[in-house]
């Protein structure tokens, strides 16, 4: 009930913030957790850009929290322009719950509608003391890794999925030996927080585990704010290719009057400024060539399986087989009988 | 409440010198009914609209079973814990007069005011095997940070006002005079403590039990920081909730909230039959 209460506060205080402050448009912005800081730096150049285009003054709004949650916000009834969250199946999730958003989202802009990826890699300790290299290093000795719970994180989900990857690599399709793999992993997890920042702190400032599955922004950001001098960053040779997708919510700004400045927003999150931008917070860009040389000198070329390959076959599968309720994820924690 | 009398049979109105009885009356029911009773009956409506058979498969689930067994067994747990020490710290507090007196009285009160996701981190920094207490009982083979136990030292920490604030006015009204009356009548400091002074404070400690108890089995904030979330292990039925939401799957959600409710009203029902039954048994009001 507590956390019911706080939720309704939090809406209400977010839609306090939709109010707007003064002539222009205002835009809202509801997106997952560790894009706070991109945003932020991306609004500022936005605004810009649309004060030189059409002489409008434009003020974005930000809203962070699980992309779970966020979603579930959207649906309820926070008034979000556009939305920029983890996972696809979050926004399909608003399609059917609420038909905010049209079911052709996806094929609405480029890249299917993501203008940046990311991808899952390695956090260790300096000197990486347990020799972790790849995803059967993490199963190997006494090794313990620290992961968001898959159930509540959307990127906890990527982490699970790009376990599956290699896994599925590796044991050639062998579901049995797959599964054994996926369960001696997540075995080895002393902890599951709720959210991705979370684990960070866990992993960083406690001291628990040896190995943190993160984004690899998020990576780089607890790098940046717990001492680089403290971490590394290891990236494997195989992952998955994380396309945190952003839409327009239609019933919004059709409603607001905003669609023209909604879409002018995402569309130039693919221009060469937006690519940029994503490119110095470790996102990758979905247009390398348009992005300075140096900064993409962080993002190494390694395999990266997406979700539409036959593996998985898209979020809308994987979503109920992976992570519905009694789903494969479920099964790893059913106690033997 | 205690001079209600009902010697000449059940009446609407009670005679009182104060007048607006028919208005608090009104404003009293109206004011339960918005603030609890249409919040809940949303709530159980919305599971009774699931059907008795599947709201019977989702509460016979062993994950759900097993997150409501953790948190109603770590609540219980803590709320003895608190019965007991609770008790000891408002009779210090009571009782004894020494410097910072008033310091530590205040203090009491600062798991009412603290944020609990802040006392979760908190206790989790000191308990986790690096935090300054962890890293002592790490080498004994203890684990208090995202295990069970975790969770109890949680709801400890919540739940210790709620004992001392409910025992602390009624132990300032015992006269010290009864005590010393059964000193000279030959009991011993044993039988004062249990036939003389525990007696009559049992209800108020009963109360302060179900008030610690009852907070535990709905915390989250603070919880889900220490527990480690593993699932059949340490995780609460609160966080099966949002595990449900996040799934989209509204009705498994309201079907497990109900569930605390029932098992929540069924336990605080029989905790204020106790009361009433002591309250009788030892003759007072």
């Keep these: 009930m507590n956390s019911i209460l706080k939720g309704l506060g939090g809406l209400l205080l977010s839609l306090s913030l939709v109010i707007p402050a003064h002539a222009g448009s205002t835009l809202l912005n509801v997106s997952y957790d560790p894009t706070r800081e991109f945003y932020k730096d991306y609004n500022a150049a936005f605004a810009k850009h649309w004060k030189a285009e059409t002489g409008e003054d434009v003020t974005v709004q930000q809203s962070h929290g699980g992309s779970g949650k966020q979603a579930r916000a959207v649906i309820d009834g926070l008034n979000a322009d556009v939305v920029t969250l983890a996972l696809e199946s979050d926004i399909n999730a608003i399609v059917e719950k609420s038909a905010k958003i049209s079911p052709d989202w996806r094929a609405r802009l480029a890249n299917n509608s993501a203008p940046y990826t990311s991808t899952i890699v390695f956090l260790v300790r300096k000197g990486n003391p347990k020799g972790v290299h790849n995803w059967d290093d993490l199963v190997k000795g006494d090794v313990q890794i620290v992961t968001p719970n898959p159930k509540t994180s959307g990127g906890a989900r990527w982490n699970y999925l790009a376990a599956w990857a290699w896994a599925n690599e590796e044991f050639k399709g062998d579901q049995d030996k797959i599964k054994g793999y996926i369960t001696e992993l997540f075995k080895r997890a002393p902890v599951l927080d709720t959210g991705a920042r979370g684990s960070t702190v866990t992993f960083a400032q406690r001291g628990i585990g040896d190995v943190l599955l993160a984004w690899e922004n998020e990576a780089y950001l607890a790098g940046e704010e717990f001492g680089a001098d403290a971490f590394e960053i290891i990236v494997p040779p195989i992952s998955i290719l994380a396309e945190p997708p952003v839409a327009v919510v239609d019933a919004n700004v059709d409603a607001k009057g905003t669609r023209k400045v909604a879409e002018a927003y995402l569309n130039y999150l693919y221009s060469d400024e937006g690519q940029n931008i994503a490119a110095k917070h470790f996102y990758r860009p979905s247009n390398p060539k348009a992005v300075a040389p140096d900064l993409l000198k962080a993002l190494p070329d390694i395999k990266l399986v997406t979700i539409d390959d036959p593996v998985f076959g898209g979020w809308k599968k994987v979503q109920p087989e992976h992570f519905g309720d009694g789903g494969i994820f479920d099964q790893i924690y059913k106690p033997a009988r | ?285």
Excluded: C
């Design chain 2, 1 to 285: 409440m205690a001079n209600t009398s009902f010697a000449t049979g059940w009446k609407w109105r009670q005679a009182s010198v104060i007048p607006g009885f028919g208005l608090s009356l009104g404003y009293t029911l109206s004011y339960l009914v918005l603030i609890i009773l249409i919040p809940l009956a949303g709530l159980v409506w919305h599971t009774a609209s699931l059907g008795l058979p599947e709201l019977a498969s989702l509460a016979t689930d062993s994950r759900t079973l097993n997150a409501l067994r953790i948190s109603f067994g770590t609540a219980m747990a803590a709320a003895f814990v608190n019965a007991v020490f609770g008790v000891i710290v408002a009779w210090v507090l009571v009782r004894y007069d020494f410097p910072g007196r008033r310091f530590v009285d205040a203090a009491v009160d600062l798991p009412f005011a603290l944020p609990t996701a802040v006392a979760g981190i908190a206790l989790t920094t000191l308990y986790a095997p690096k935090g300054w207490i962890g890293a002592w009982l790490t080498p004994l083979g203890i684990k208090i940070a995202y295990t069970p136990l975790g969770i109890v030292i949680a709801l400890i920490f919540i739940g210790l006002p709620f004992v001392v604030r409910t025992v602390q006015p009624v132990m300032e009204e015992i006269d010290r005079q009864v005590e010393e009356a059964a000193a000279t009548l030959g009991a011993n400091r044993f039988q004062t403590i249990f036939r003389v002074l525990l007696p009559g404070l049992f209800p108020a400690i009963l109360t302060g039990f179900a008030l610690a108890f009852a907070r535990g089995v709905g915390e989250y904030g603070s919880v889900i920081f220490i527990a480690g979330n593993i699932p059949y292990v340490s995780e609460i039925a609160p966080l099966l909730i949002v595990i449900r939401l996040e799934e989209f799957n509204y009705p498994a959600a309201m079907a497990v909230a109900t569930i605390m409710l029932v098992i929540s009203f069924i336990m605080l029902f029989i905790i204020n039959l106790i009361q009433a039954w002591s309250r009788k048994r030892y003759g007072y009001a």
